[in-house]
């Protein structure tokens, strides 16, 4: 399975923006990036994905490196709320999730 | 809005009990899937399933887990006999079946082995 690497953890101040890296070297042609967050106490939760071009949603953006060897999740503004465990992840065929440790995120108010 | 729903939400049970959690996915959705989370790591997939038949179940530990989806749309995973090791949240996803789509999650199912 193609290996993702990000940070351990990551403090940002409240309503600032947060980059969130993810190297992912090995990725293929035809994997996905998702991004998923966990909340304290609850299951994962869908953020955002992409395949090449960057995207935008409402919780976040993602940012795709020409290459595909790296990507970045945006959170524009950050708030308490926000502080999770966030999983990059390449989604290969079946759709099958293999989480890595993920960043843990601190926001600070 | 639509949610995957799972139960219990805690159980405790001694080593070499049997155990069963159950999941109801979102309507419509195909595929679902069962997770084992150990505390401070990433879920790690246990099964997936494709309507009723099983396409996944390389983690799954066969000699003493299992898993059925008979009709397609709830499933439950059992564990006989428990062990230690097996505390962990288990957690329940379904998900479209084409590649790329999102998968939703319950709340999970917290085990505590004594």
């Known amino acids: 399975d193609a290996k993702t690497t990000q940070p351990n953890s990551m403090e940002s101040n409240e309503e600032e923006p947060v980059h969130l890296p993810c190297n992912h070297s090995?990725?293929?042609?035809?994997?996905?990036i998702h991004w998923y967050r966990q909340l304290p106490s609850q299951g994962p939760e869908y953020v955002i994905h992409?395949?090449?071009s960057n995207v935008n949603n409402r919780m976040a953006s993602l940012a795709i490196a020409e290459d595909r060897k790296s990507s970045t999740l945006i959170l524009h503004r950050a708030t308490l709320r926000d502080a999770a465990v966030y999983y990059c992840?390449?989604?290969?065929?079946?759709?099958?999730?293999?989480f890595g440790a993920g960043t843990i995120l601190r926001v600070k108010s | 809005e639509a949610e995957v729903a799972q139960s219990p939400r805690y159980k405790i049970t001694e080593k070499s009990q049997a155990v069963a959690f159950w999941c109801d996915p979102i309507?419509?959705?195909?595929?679902l899937y069962w997770y084992r989370q150990i505390l401070g790591q990433g879920p790690e997939l246990l099964v997936q399933?494709?309507?009723?038949?099983?396409?996944?179940d390389s983690q799954l530990p066969k000699d003493r887990f299992s898993a059925e989806r008979l009709k397609g749309v709830d499933s439950t995973l059992k564990i006989q006999p428990a062990e230690l090791g097996d505390s962990a949240m288990y957690l329940c996803?379904?998900?479209?079946?084409?590649?790329?789509?999102?998968?939703?999650f319950g709340p999970g199912t917290r085990l505590t082995v004594l």
């Open positions: 996803a379904s998900s479209l079946a084409q590649q790329g789509n999102e998968q939703f």
């Open positions: 090995t990725i293929s042609g035809t994997d996905y």
């Open positions: 992409g395949l090449t």
């Open positions: 992840i390449l989604v290969i065929r079946g759709n099958k999730l293999v």
């Open positions: 309507s419509g959705h195909a595929t």
């Open positions: 399933f494709q309507d009723e038949s099983v396409v996944d």
